[in-house]
T-cell receptor
Framework: DAGITQSPRYKITETGRQVTLMCHQTWSHSYMFWYRQDLGHGLRLIYYSAAADITDKGEVPDGYVVSRSKTENFPLTLESATRSQTSVYFC?????????????FGPGTRLTVL | AQKVTQAQTEISVVEKEDVTLDCVYETRDTTYYLFWYKQPPSGELVFLIRRNSFDEQNEISGRYSWNFQKSTSSFNFTITASQVVDSAVYFCALKPGGTSYGKLTFGQGTILTVHP
């Protein structure tokens, strides 16, 4: 299907485990983003990528790792999950090189860390 | 630093009422972009509108309208004749202008509930 997809949609894991959240977009957008959404904090940027092999930290990067070997994929890894990382995670993408362009969001992944 | 404030945490209306969601922003940039997103109960984030800082024309799209006032740093969103399907969380967001990466700053969101 065209657009931006995330998998899994729901994930329960235990403290200390490694978890990878997948994000795939079919628009060939250059920019991709990972956000987390928590009550009282709105959406906060974790990492972003301007192109394949180019990534940079956002507002709350600690505890997360990203990679972008292909334009269409932008996985987010929690190397050792903690309870504070229980959240809803959104992937987004944006085309073009101007900040004019809106970001399109995936459906989200609800992650629970026990 | 950029900041977006949505002072209304929750709004509750009855169907067919008009409702306005407030958004006030702070930025030092002379060029910037403002956005509204809708998050229905299903959870996805849906893009509604983008506005450039140099274009203060109001916009209307069906029952939705947006009022951008640079003088008061506000970008308010009005739903006319609200419907139950309008129930959602609405986010206002701000991004600086330019061609390099600019952080998209979201407000805290306003939960709108439209009762039948």
């Amino acid at each position: 299907d065209a657009g931006i997809t995330q998998s899994p949609r729901y994930k329960i894991t235990e403290t200390g485990r490694q978890v990878t959240l997948m994000c795939h977009q079919t628009w060939s957008h250059s920019y991709m983003f990972w956000y987390r959404q928590d009550l009282g904090h709105g959406l906060r940027l974790i990492y972003y990528s301007a192109a394949a092999d180019i990534t940079d930290k956002g507002e709350v990067p600690d505890g997360y790792v990203v990679s972008r070997s292909k334009t269409e994929n932008f996985p987010l890894t929690l190397e050792s999950a903690t309870r504070s990382q229980t959240s809803v995670y959104f992937c987004a993408s944006s085309g073009g090189r101007s900040n004019y362009n809106e970001q399109f969001f995936g459906p989200g992944t609800r992650l629970t860390v026990l | 630093a950029q900041k977006v404030t949505q002072a209304q945490t929750e709004i509750s209306v009855v169907e067919k009422e008009d409702v306005t969601l407030d958004c006030v922003y702070e930025t030092r940039d002379t060029t910037y972009y403002l956005f509204w997103y809708k998050q229905p109960p299903s959870g996805e984030l849906v893009f509604l509108i983008r506005r450039n800082s140099f274009d203060e024309q109001n916009e209307i799209s069906g029952r939705y309208s947006w009022n951008f006032q640079k003088s008061t740093s506000s970008f308010n969103f009005t739903i006319t004749a609200s419907q139950v399907v309008d129930s959602a969380v609405y986010f206002c967001a701000l991004k600086p202008g330019g061609t390099s990466y600019g952080k998209l700053t979201f407000g805290q969101g306003t939960i709108l509930t439209v009762h039948p």
